[in-house]
């Protein structure tokens, strides 16, 4: 699934607001976004809200698919600091 709009597709390089969307997979192996189905009203509106009055999720089924979820980006060095830290950020 990607986020489109009506000149192709939305990352969060241009809408950051959708960087704060979250996305998994329900157990029944549906994409969820924060929680909702993603061919749900709520979804829809929470695309819209996040990424554009314009904004859609399309789903593929083909090879042209790819992970729909967070992604981190972090340099080696911020990774090395963060070693043998817990969540809370003591050692």
Do not use: C, K
């Amino acid at each position: 699934m990607h986020v489109s709009g009506s000149r192709g597709p939305i990352t969060g390089r241009s809408r950051t607001q959708w960087l704060t969307v979250s996305a998994s997979t329900g157990a029944d192996g549906v994409a969820l976004v924060d929680g909702h189905r993603w061919d749900s009203h709520e979804a829809a509106a929470i695309v819209r809200e996040r990424a554009g009055d314009d904004a859609g999720l399309t789903s593929y089924q083909g090879p042209e698919r790819f992970d729909g979820l967070n992604l981190l980006v972090a340099t080696d060095g911020a990774v090395a600091s963060m070693v043998g830290l817990d969540s809370e950020g003591a050692a």
